[in-house]
Each structure stands twice: as C-alpha cells, then as structure tokens.
C-alpha cells in the first residue's frame, strides 16, 4: 500500500470520529440523557441538557463585541472547512487514469509510450492464468511517471490470499515493472473468492 492512501485513511479515520463524538454528544443532549440515566457528566462538559447551547448569551455578546465583522468571518471560514472537506471527498473519489506510461529507464525521454490499455489487459491476462485465481482485473491510476496498479482478484475457494498475492507480485506485477523501467510500480489489491454451488452427496 503507498503512504499516500494510508494517510488519507487515517486522516478519514480522525475526521470521522471528532464529528461522531460531536454528534454523539449533541444526541446525549438533547436526549437528556444524562438525566435519564442518572449519569453526572464531568466539570466543564458542555451540551448536559437539552437547553443548554453551545454558546451562551454571555459568550456571544463578548464575542459580537469585537467588531461587525467578527461573525462573518467565522461563517466564511466555516464555509471554507465544509468547501476544502467536500474537494478533499471528491479527490479521494476520483481516480485518475493515465492515458499513455512511458516505458524505459530514461522516463524523462519519454520515447517510447505504452497505452494504459495494454498494460492493465497484460497484467490482468497473466494473472489471471495464475494458479488458484479465478478472474483478474485491472485498472491504471496516478501519473503517467508513477502509475499504480489497481487491481481485483477473484479467487478459487481452495487458494490462500498470500500464496496469490505472492504470485501476482512476483509474476506479473515483476515482469510489468522489469518491461516498463518502472521499479516504483504500486499495486492495490481487492481479494475476492468466486462463489461455488454447494455439491449434494447421494
């Protein structure tokens, strides 16, 4: 797995559990569960009561005094998080797909070009003629300089997952990157099994 996609999980990971503790705190709230369950939140916890408000009158009138254009600028900026958070959901849905990989050592000279066809119809050709694995596909991300290999294998009922994903690293993934000059060709990996019809014994 490259850093890139594990950072992004983990920063998914952090921003969906500050907003579920968030919500679950408002949900307590207005739920008046504490009361409910006699439960005794800590000193200082905010939202205990249904009535109670993330920002009191005395808060907001100290904070209004700072001038007219202080609650603009917290809506602009509030706006702007939601903005950059909706971009940053859409670049993680987004895949992009290089058109044509060049292939040699020399990628600044880019002479010799490979569709992204042919390779991914290649890769996934060889490795679904691999032992134990029912189907394979494959699809081409990132950079045409740094291509990555997005692939699904399916596999026979019988097959350990390492033992195929051994063989996918070692066969066709090696033989992509030895033909292409690209040594920095990542893979991710989907495992599927294929589904088999129960036998009846007589």
């Avoid at 950059?84 to 290089?98: E, K, N, S, V």
Wanted: glycine share 10%; hydrophobic share 45%.
């Amino acid at each position: 797995m490259t850093p890139q996609p594990v950072l992004n999980r983990v920063l998914l990971a952090v921003t969906g559990l500050i907003l579920l503790g968030g919500g679950l705190l408002i949900i307590a709230a207005g739920l008046d569960l504490y009361g409910r369950l006699d439960l005794t939140p800590p000193a200082g916890w905010p939202l205990t009561a249904p009535a109670d408000v993330l920002l009191g009158s005395g808060d907001r009138s100290r904070w209004s005094s700072q001038g007219w254009w202080w609650w603009p600028a917290v809506i602009a900026a509030l706006t702007l998080i939601a903005l950059l958070a909706l971009w940053w959901l859409l670049a993680q849905l987004r895949r992009r797909r290089p058109s044509r990989v060049p292939v040699g050592t020399d990628h600044a000279e880019q002479g010799v070009e490979l569709g992204h066809g042919a390779l991914s119809d290649a890769i996934a050709a060889e490795a679904g003629a691999l032992p134990g694995i029912d189907r394979a596909k494959v699809r081409l991300t990132g950079r045409p300089a740094r291509p990555l290999a997005d692939i699904t294998l399916t596999l026979t009922p019988v097959t350990a997952p390492d033992t195929a994903l051994t063989a996918l690293d070692e066969g066709p993934l090696d033989n992509a990157r030895r033909s292409t000059g690209h040594d920095d060709l990542f893979a991710e990996t989907r495992v599927r099994v294929a589904h088999h019809k129960a036998r009846r014994v007589a």
